[in-house]
């Protein structure tokens, strides 16, 4: 074992803090990865405060890694030291069942192994990436091309995957209408890969704040939520509308935004359960869907997609000190547009 820096929540609600833990031995298929850079999701702040239920403490969240191979073990092929690579959501699965052999890790018939805030298949808690060091199996690690700056890579290992694979899986591209609903850490990667993806893309947020970020990142047309007229405007006009809103929303009037066959696809997930009228969805044969992260080959495709593209995120580098206040900021909607934590600060 290694003892190595962390920033942790002790508690549920408990402001975070530097702490050290411990990081197995480098086994034969493991990299140990000097950490450079973790991005915040909002799905740390959720989790560190328990809003999905009970968590496991100390918790050091961050599952948005970017860092530097520093060591290898016996069996590794993919990796050698000094490569620049990234570990997302997940850094195991059963590996056997139908979705893992498919390359849907994330929807692992046992269950994925969660970056943090899981126990590990040795039964040991894991612990995420707001730390100096982590081992990772190199199954569960990716690359990051050349092209891309770590610092706006990391976010791609979370937000990027969980944008990028519905909008992949629901063929957004040329002559499709997507609204991207939410301009945070999530929404702002879902405007950028739309609009790469060749989409016509809407943004809704709440208010007109954003929108010339917004347009520059590639959106078409920008709509605030909060004004009654957006949603006459706008009625029947969406192909997908992919909502990454954190917070519980009135699905029943954006469904009503989509064209007949249209989709919803919700990625993001409010600590509260929504209601919705199943005629919003009978009249104009209308999908509600869900999408999870996505799988270790689609991230690692989508990572090269957005290298090809030349973007990564659009980030504010803040120094370890600085976490519980970014997440006061992520939770007042005020993030521009995903806090990076500079690792070398922990
Ligand atoms: P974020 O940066 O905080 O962005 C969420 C955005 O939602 C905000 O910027 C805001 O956009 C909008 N919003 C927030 N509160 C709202 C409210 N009360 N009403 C309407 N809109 C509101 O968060 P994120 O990191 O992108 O994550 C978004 C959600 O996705 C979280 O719930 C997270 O846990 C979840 N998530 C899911 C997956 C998955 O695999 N499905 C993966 C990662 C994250 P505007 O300011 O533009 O209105
Ligand atoms: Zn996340
Ligand atoms: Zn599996």
Same mark, same amino acid.
């Given at each position: 074992?290694?003892?190595?820096?962390?920033? $942790?929540?002790?508690?549920?609600?408990?402001?975070?803090?530097?702490?050290? &833990?411990?990081?197995?031995?480098?086994?034969?298929?493991?990299?140990?990865?000097?950490?450079?850079?973790?991005?915040?999701?909002h799905?740390?702040?959720?989790?560190?405060?328990?809003?999905?239920?009970?968590?496991?403490?100390?918790?050091?969240?961050?599952?948005?890694?970017a860092?530097?191979?520093?060591?290898?073990?016996?069996?590794?092929?993919?990796?050698?030291?000094?490569d620049? =690579?990234?570990?997302?959501?997940? =850094?195991?699965?059963?590996?056997?069942?139908?979705?893992?052999?498919?390359?849907?890790?994330?929807?692992?018939?046992?269950?994925?192994?969660?970056?943090?805030?899981?126990?590990?298949?040795?039964?040991e808690? *894991?612990?995420?990436?707001?730390?100096?060091?982590?081992?990772?199996?190199? %199954?569960?690690?990716?690359?990051?091309?050349?092209g891309?700056?770590?610092?706006?890579? $990391?976010?791609?290992?979370?937000?990027?995957?969980?944008?990028?694979s519905?909008?992949?899986?629901?063929n957004?591209?040329?002559? /499709?209408?997507?609204?991207?609903?939410?301009?945070?850490?999530?929404?702002?990667?879902?405007v950028?890969i739309?609009?790469?993806?060749?989409?016509?893309?809407?943004?809704?947020s709440?208010?007109?704040? /954003? /929108?010339?970020?917004?347009?520059?990142?590639?959106?078409?047309?920008?709509?605030?939520?909060?004004?009654?007229? *957006?949603?006459?405007?706008?009625?029947?006009?969406?192909?997908l509308?992919?909502? *990454?809103v954190s917070?519980?929303?009135?699905?029943?009037?954006?469904?009503?935004?989509?064209?007949?066959d249209? $989709?919803?696809?919700?990625?993001?997930a409010?600590?509260?359960?929504?209601?919705?009228?199943?005629?919003?969805?009978?009249?104009?044969?209308?999908?509600? %869907?869900?999408?999870?992260?996505?799988?270790?080959?689609?991230?690692?495709?989508?990572?090269?997609?957005c $290298?090809?593209?030349?973007?990564? %995120?659009?980030?504010?580098?803040?120094?370890?000190?600085?976490?519980?206040?970014?997440?006061?900021? &992520?939770?007042?909607?005020?993030?521009?547009?995903r806090?990076?934590?500079?690792?070398?600060?922990?």
């Open positions: 074992m290694t003892t190595v820096a962390a920033y $942790a929540a002790p508690a549920a609600k408990a402001p975070l803090e530097r702490t050290t &833990v411990e990081r197995r031995p480098v086994g034969e298929h493991d990299v140990l990865i000097e950490i450079k850079f973790a991005g915040i999701c799905s740390d702040i959720h989790q560190a405060r328990e809003g999905w239920g009970e968590a496991i403490f100390p918790m050091v969240p961050g599952h948005e890694i860092g530097v191979v520093s060591e290898v073990g016996s069996a590794v092929t993919k990796f050698a030291v000094g620049r =690579v990234g570990v997302g959501c997940m =850094v195991d699965s059963c590996r056997e069942c139908e979705n893992c052999k498919a390359g849907l890790e994330q929807y692992c018939a046992e269950g994925m192994t969660g970056t943090y805030n899981a126990i590990d298949r040795n039964g808690p *894991t612990y995420g990436g707001y730390s100096t060091h982590i081992v990772v199996d190199e %199954a569960y690690t990716v690359r990051i091309p050349e891309l700056a770590l610092d706006e890579a $990391a976010p791609l290992l979370c937000a990027g995957i969980t944008t990028y519905p909008l992949k899986h629901w957004a591209g040329p002559g /499709k209408k997507v609204a991207v609903l939410g301009m945070g850490g999530l929404g702002h990667l879902g950028k739309a609009h790469a993806l060749g989409a016509e893309v809407t943004v809704l709440q208010s007109l704040r /954003k /929108k010339d970020d917004g347009l520059k990142l590639g959106a078409d047309h920008y709509y605030a939520t909060s004004d009654p007229k *957006t949603f006459e405007d706008l009625r029947g006009t969406f192909d509308i992919l909502s *990454t917070a519980p929303l009135d699905l029943d009037a954006f469904l009503a935004l989509l064209k007949t249209g $989709a919803f696809v919700n990625v993001g409010p600590e509260e359960p929504v209601s919705l009228n199943l005629f919003s969805v009978i009249g104009g044969r209308k999908t509600l %869907a869900g999408s999870s992260i996505g799988g270790i080959p689609e991230t690692q495709e989508m990572l090269d997609f $290298a090809e593209h030349g973007f990564g %995120a659009e980030i504010e580098l803040i120094s370890a000190s600085e976490i519980n206040e970014a997440y006061e900021r &992520v939770l007042a909607s005020d993030v521009r547009y806090f990076v934590i500079d690792t070398a600060t922990i």
